[in-house]
């Protein structure tokens, strides 16, 4: 008896709560009126609305991509050659790329591959169609040997902020 006592207090208190999620809310108001409190819409994220805006508006982004053009040794000085390309119908503004390279490092027993950072290069504004090119040098230490290099763009700073984030990065391996 005691179970079918707790469990239709369960469904009461059930019932009860979903219909205080289901029911508009009412607010008395000062002067004994009733105002209906709404909350807000649910809208949908591809489709954002502009405040003062007739409606739902569609978004322009520039879409960067970055390309391997070519690598040069020269007596172990290796230089790796990128591309960054507006693809999009917008400009891309302050652009910057994100560099590193590895080398192989040649020791008795233990070689192993280092990863280094390089500082990041600013490319500035780019209009739709632009196209600017970039170098990454690897001058090895004693003992080492330039092995790949990598590069990523990067939309005002953030990773993966404009229409096609999939042709953001790529390595010097990629484009041989």
């Given at each position: 008896?005691?179970?079918?006592?707790?469990?239709?207090?369960?469904?009461?208190?059930?019932?009860?709560?979903?219909?205080?999620?289901?029911?508009?809310?009412?607010?008395?108001?000062?002067?004994?009126?009733?105002?209906?409190?709404?909350g807000n819409p649910v809208t949908d994220p591809g489709s954002p609305t502009v405040p003062?805006?007739?409606?739902?508006?569609?978004?322009?982004?520039?879409?960067?991509?970055?390309?391997?053009?070519?690598?040069?040794?020269?007596?172990?000085?290796?230089?790796?050659?990128?591309?960054?390309?507006?693809?999009?119908?917008?400009?891309?503004?302050?652009?910057?790329?994100?560099?590193?390279?590895?080398?192989?490092?040649?020791?008795?027993?233990?070689?192993?591959?280092?990863?280094?950072?390089?500082?990041?290069?600013?490319?500035?504004?780019?209009?739709?169609?632009?196209?600017?090119?970039?170098?990454?040098?690897?001058?090895?230490?004693?003992?080492?040997?330039?092995?790949?290099?990598?590069?990523?763009?990067?939309?005002?700073?953030?990773?993966?902020?404009?229409?096609?984030?999939?042709?953001?990065?790529?390595?010097?391996?990629?484009?041989?």
């Amino acid at each position: 008896m005691l179970r079918l006592q707790l469990a239709r207090t369960a469904i009461m208190a059930l019932t009860a709560i979903s219909l205080i999620w289901t029911t508009t809310a009412h607010a008395a108001q000062f002067d004994n009126d009733v105002a209906a409190v709404y909350g807000n819409p649910v809208t949908d994220p591809g489709s954002p609305t502009v405040p003062g805006g007739t409606g739902s508006t569609t978004r322009l982004l520039p879409d960067l991509k970055m390309t391997f053009v070519s690598d040069k040794t020269v007596n172990g000085i290796m230089t790796w050659n990128y591309r960054v390309e507006n693809l999009g119908p917008v400009p891309a503004q302050n652009v910057w790329v994100r560099k590193s390279y590895n080398v192989f490092v040649f020791e008795l027993g233990a070689s192993h591959y280092d990863d280094a950072l390089v500082q990041p290069e600013k490319l500035g504004d780019m209009a739709p169609g632009a196209k600017k090119d970039f170098h990454i040098i690897c001058v090895p230490m004693p003992g080492a040997k330039c092995h790949m290099s990598s590069a990523q763009v990067l939309l005002d700073g953030k990773y993966h902020a404009d229409a096609n984030p999939n042709n953001d990065w790529i390595t010097s391996a990629d484009g041989k």
